[in-house]
């Protein structure tokens, strides 16, 4: 059934883009591929018609619904009846709404995903956001996952735009096999799209009459980014980390193929939210501010959020609470990448970790080792202790980062010390009936 799904799919989505022509735009990477693609759509639509895949739709099956317009069908076989139904519609009849840009996340958990979905839906802007160790299990090494995920800008044509980040050495390994036109985007000096003078504003709250008074504050990402000796500052409220500022230089660097100024690429990011599960500041109990970065964790994801934590500076006794949560699918590289998280923990400023998993036990072990004191440590086997220890060990004013791979359920952490676990449906991951009953 669903091998016959997704080939009716395909034949309809290719169908539909032959007949519509949108411009589609491609995103990937082993991490930022979400947080680009909100970024990319909040700038684009504040002067175009466009689309882009709704939660986690970016394999063989999500990016055809997303080019049809439509909502998984499940296990229903009336609602993929409907789906297709739309489909045809859409090729009998001309919509003159369909959106003139398409925006595309795609994922590869196997070799060929890319490949695949690239054909079905050929790209006029590829971006690749970085290349990591994730999906090692498929891809073996990071050979294999680049030579994977290159394929969202190695397929473009001439008059096409590879938007590559400048900082990630193996992406820009890839500027010898390009035809296209390429716009580079990151920190460093010589990045066309080019970010400077990052700084987190905000977090110093003054906890006064409510809990809830630091949602008062506007806060954020704030940097200057230039192009073409041209530079706007760019503010990203309610965003928490580097990684916003990356996914909003990714936006940039499209919205400037298209031919947007920087001052309107300013006003329209403005609009740009984290998405859930994402460095996502959210007020937790005690007077306590959480940064739930729960959607996923790789080695490099989990390190950046670390750099973060080190860059905030809070005041006099107040304290950065870290809680990690076994990284998954690393194969055989597991092992070692969990113990070089827990170095890099040790040099973090943090006051305590708390570790969740087998594996995050060698991340404890190895901050121990590199001076974190034992007293500061403490390691479960479950995120369910976990989260009893973490609600009785906060203080008001503390900080706290959670982070882990997705089998891992670190929302539910979150969930246990969110100060509204009412709005966890609108706040969190992974909240549908399907993921509270794993």
Known sequence: MKNLIEKLLAIFAKKIIKKYK???????????KTSAKEAIFSVLAYEYNVRRNIKSYNNEIGVPLTIIGEKTGGKSLFLWLKVFYKAVKLLIFKDESYPKILILEMGADKIGDIKYLVDLAPLKIGVLTAIAETHLQAFKDLKGVLKEKEKIVTELPKDGF???????ENVMSLGDKLKSKIITFGFGQDANVRAGDLLFSGLEQDFC???YQWECKIWGTNFKVTYNNSSVPIFLPHCFGKQPAYAALA???????????LVDISEALRQYRSPNGRMKLIAGIKYTLIIDDTYNSSPLAAKAA??????????????????????LELGEHSGQAHRELGFKVAESDIDYLVTVGAESKLTAQAAEEAGLLKSQIESFDDNHKAGIFVQNLIQPGDLILIKGSQGVRMEKIVKEIMAEPMKAKRLLVRQTGEWENR
């Open 251 to 261: 936006a940039i660097s499209v919205a400037i193929a298209y031919g947007m100024n």
């Open 209 to 211: 009459e409510t809990q």
């Open 162 to 168: 590879a938007i590559l980040n400048y900082d990630d």
């Open 22 to 32: 949108p411009d589609v735009i491609g995103i990937t990477g082993s991490v930022g």
């Open 306 to 327: 670390l750099e973060v934590i080190k860059m905030i500076k809070l005041s006099e006794g107040k304290r950065k609470i870290v809680v990690l949560g076994d990284m």
